[in-house]
């Protein structure tokens, strides 16, 4: 048949004497896709699919572990990885920046040691450069320091690591203020 399933049940038809058996056979459309009534998003995924994608404008290489991280630790709400998983596929966004295995060597590719590879500094500018410099090349100098100045604001007070236990450099590394007794 030349037309498709939604096409072909458009020419069924539930006055006719023919039964709906008969008419879904002749056809080639199965019978339970015509009582099938899709359901809509429950406030809820809208609410967290809003969510998702405000944050994903402002933070594009966010992927669904960090997303989740978010939506649980700073937006108090019970959500799992394969919600986040669904809600990223239906709004048709994904992280941007390295994949898993986009490191791996070809094949016959020499591999040279790399001396500065622990580090914690490498991490910091490994971070910078993909999660901001690439994204949001500068015209000039002084958009690349603003730039540079938001993006140490939000790692240091909202980005959560996960060498830091889940916890920002901020609740870690500040002095707690301690009252006299």
Known sequence: MSQNAVERKQH?????????????????????GLYYQPVPETTYNLELMRLIDEKHILHPWLGVPRMTQWLRLDKGYQVNHKRVERLYRL???????PKPNTSKPGKGHKIY????RHLVIERLWRSVKYEHVYLFPASDGL???????????????ERRHQSLEDQTPLTVFQPSEEIAA
């Not at 040691?113 to 500065?116: G, I």
């Open 91 to 97: 709004l048709g966004i994904q992280a941007s920046g």
């Open 143 to 157: 958009e690349c320091y603003q730039g540079l100045k938001r993006y140490f604001r939000y790692y240091n007070d």
């Open 12 to 32: 069924i038809d539930k006055a006719t004497p023919l039964s709906l058996v008969r008419q879904c056979e002749l056809l080639e459309v199965h019978r339970s």
């Open 113 to 116: 040691p790399y001396l500065l």
